[in-house]
């Protein structure tokens, strides 16, 4: 999740890798989608802007993985996948297969994506990408509290009272900006994820590998959130899970680092 200004401000701000997600419209159109909320830019435009930028930056590869495609006409997910992928590559951007990702070097693929007099742009679709997602990793924690039966009173006759049945209510305990406490409770278990992603698990040869730098986010913290009248950007600038992510990183201690993904990129993104 980034802020406004498109692709171009997050490759100004060092984003050189996306996670696209693919939209198919009734229309024929292809535009772009997170979760259920579809953005209505043409995939052709966002990829587009990406080409522009890497034609007046030599050296330099830019990545696109694509995934999760989704179509407003829902019986249509395998033609969503076959018309994004032609809009994709009009672009000029250039398709990398698993085969590419286990034997191309670093040259191999700037001199495969390249762009006239600039740099590199590529793109493979999810099945080339190991994205190490782990959904438990949240900044809003919530528990499950039965409340015993209560009685209510009937306000226009104050002598009279009905019992209220025992339920569940969810109960926030917490969020990854909140309390010394609550901070560490919530960081412990994405530093444990970070170098486990990082250092012991050994990653494939024939996949992109990501280690996923933000909070994941479900109905319920999306709920917590919105009612702390915070959104997911806020949330990573309040924990301030980029600068403590880059400060670890500039110690040199993480060895298997290769995709970084991120929110908001332009705050400590580079």
């Not at 702390?228 to 680092?257: D, P, Q, W, Y």
Request: hydrophobic share 35%; net charge negative; charged share 25%.
């Amino acid at each position: 999740t980034q802020p406004s200004g498109g692709f171009l401000k997050q490759l100004g701000c060092g984003a050189r890798a996306f996670d696209l997600r693919p939209y198919l419209k009734k229309d024929g159109t292809v535009v772009m989608h997170h979760g259920m909320i579809p953005f209505f830019t043409d995939i052709r435009v966002a990829v587009g802007d990406i080409i522009k930028w890497s034609e007046r930056h030599k050296n330099t590869i830019v990545f696109i993985s694509v995934d999760s495609c989704a179509s407003e006409d829902k019986s249509e997910g395998k033609k969503c996948v076959i018309e994004a992928d032609k809009m994709i590559d009009s672009t000029g951007a250039v398709y990398l297969d698993c085969h590419d990702v286990a034997k191309m070097t670093v040259g191999q693929i700037l001199a495969h994506g390249k762009q006239k007099n600039g740099g590199s742009v590529v793109y493979t679709w999810a099945n080339c990408v190991e994205s190490n997602y782990d959904a438990t990793i949240k900044c809003y924690g919530s528990e499950e509290r039965r409340l015993g039966k209560i009685d209510l009173v009937d306000p226009s006759n104050i002598t009279s009272t009905a019992m209220a049945p025992e339920r569940e209510l969810e109960v926030e305990t917490g969020t990854c900006y909140g309390t010394v406490a609550d901070r560490k409770r919530f960081f412990d278990p994405f530093w444990k994820y970070f170098d486990y992603t990082t250092n012991t698990a050994t990653p494939p040869t024939d996949r992109m590998y990501v280690t996923q730098a933000h909070w994941q986010y479900d109905e319920e913290s999306v709920l917590a959130g919105t009612a702390r009248l915070s959104c997911i950007i806020n949330g990573e600038r309040s924990s301030k899970m980029n600068e403590k992510v880059a400060g670890e990183i500039r110690t040199g201690n993480h060895k298997n680092l290769f995709l970084l993904q991120v929110d908001n990129v332009c705050n400590h993104g580079i």
